[in-house]
Nanobody
Framework: QVELVESGGRLVQAGGSLRLSCAVSGRTSTRYDMGWFRQAPGKEREFVAALNWSGTTTHYADSAKGRFTISRDNAKNTVSLQMNSLKPEDTAVYYC???????????????????WGQGTQVTVSS
């Protein structure tokens, strides 16, 4: 069984930066592609960024391009999301998700991810 635990969310002012982390524990010998999603109050969960297991392929939502960077350390079983130039509209619960590695394809739809963390709250004040 695999567990995903996010951390790093907090209140930050607009223009600031945050680094979210997701620790993967359990069956870490399996190769997983990793994604970050977010859900704001009253809105659907939306894709933010994803990275395949080998680190060769990334994909970002348009809202994240140029501001967010996803990275991973397979030796430490962690994946991170560096968020810069934060905006109030980035306020949401951020979720880490995992799906089985399939090569260069990177999943961007939530239904493609089987494993989810509990989420971490990011609040950006104006």
């Amino acid at each position: 069984q695999v567990e995903l635990v996010e951390s790093g969310g907090r209140l930050v002012q607009a223009g600031g930066s945050l680094r979210l982390s997701c620790a993967v524990s359990g069956r870490t010998s399996t190769r997983y592609d990793m994604g970050w999603f977010r859900q704001a109050p009253g809105k659907e969960r939306e894709f933010v960024a994803a990275l395949n297991w080998s680190g060769t392929t990334t994909h970002y939502a348009d809202s994240a391009k140029g501001r967010f960077t996803i990275s991973r350390d397979n030796a430490k079983n962690t994946v991170s999301l560096q968020m810069n130039s934060l905006k109030p509209e980035d306020t949401a619960v951020y979720y880490c998700a995992a799906t089985y590695y399939t090569g260069n394809y990177v999943a961007t739809a939530s239904y493609e991810y089987a494993l989810w963390g509990q989420g971490t709250q990011v609040t950006v004040s104006s």
